[in-house]
């Protein structure tokens, strides 16, 4: 659901969304669609969670296919779960994690540059008892000013560990960290015909902050949701006020990024 990690040598894709290679170094490129030894030949975009330490899950799915009911505890959710930085050798695993239809799949050297705890990126597992590989998010801060704030670059979580809090505990520690560090809000791009994503965000206290027109590019184009949330330090929450109109990439990222 959004964006969920590069190779300098690997083709670009031909639906890769152009605003994305625009915020990317222009010597970094995403796998082709042609399925890897290590990453699955399915792609897609982000989901999240968030900051509810003694919350019950509102009812709606982590599953981006299957939209059920859940009231897990996030308290017994960290009983089943652990949440560490993402390491080289979890790379190996990803591939069972990424066959979501909306799962972006990167290239090895983008997966590193997030990994290992180096800021501004960050790049979480977590894993059941087992040390199986239950989802991942990869996020990072930037900005400058009232602009300071976490994005989440891709979230995902594998289909035999859904409606189990995952992604919820995922997005607490990402979110305590934007607020250890006095971001004003975290920001996520979702397509708008992902409409479970949508919803989920929504119920974590997203809003869509803008409509980007054609975010998402290729044979079938579609826009994209800016979605936000307002973290402590934007005290007036002006992060949360909306666009009143649809906006093109070039508004959005300029013409020369």
Not at 18 to 28: D, W
Not at 45 to 50: A, H
Not at 170 to 197: G, H, P, T
Request: glycine fraction near 6%.
């Amino acid at each position: 659901m959004l964006s969920l990690l590069f190779t300098r040598a690997s083709p670009t894709r031909t639906n890769i969304q152009p605003c994305l290679q625009q915020r990317k170094p222009p010597s970094i490129h995403r796998l082709s669609i042609k399925p890897s030894p290590i990453f699955a030949s399915h792609f897609s975009y982000p989901t999240s969670d968030l900051d509810y330490a003694n919350f019950a899950l509102p009812p709606a799915s982590e599953s981006i296919s299957e939209p059920k009911n859940s009231t897990i505890h996030l308290g017994i959710v960290r009983t089943m779960f652990s949440v560490a930085d993402f390491q080289n050798e979890d790379l190996l695993k990803i591939n069972s994690i990424n066959l979501d239809p909306y799962t972006e799949t990167y290239g090895i050297q983008f997966y590193a540059q997030y990994m290992c705890g180096r800021m501004p990126f960050v790049f979480y597992k977590a894993e059941d008892k087992k040390g199986r590989l239950a989802g991942y998010l990869m996020g990072k801060l930037e900005g400058e000013g009232d602009q300071w704030h976490g994005h989440i670059t891709a979230i995902t979580v594998g289909d035999a560990f859904r409606r189990q809090g995952v992604a919820r505990l995922l997005m607490d520690k990402f979110e305590k960290l934007c607020i250890e560090q006095n971001c004003y809000f975290i920001d996520l791009y979702v397509r708008i015909s992902n409409k479970v994503a949508v919803e989920m965000y929504t119920k974590m206290g997203y809003i869509v902050y803008q409509q980007i027109i054609e975010y998402y590019s290729g044979e079938d184009p579609e826009d994209g949701y800016d979605m936000h949330k307002a973290l402590p330090a934007d005290v007036d929450k002006l992060s949360m006020i909306p666009k009143p109109h649809p906006v093109t990439c070039e508004e959005v990222f300029g013409t020369n990024e």
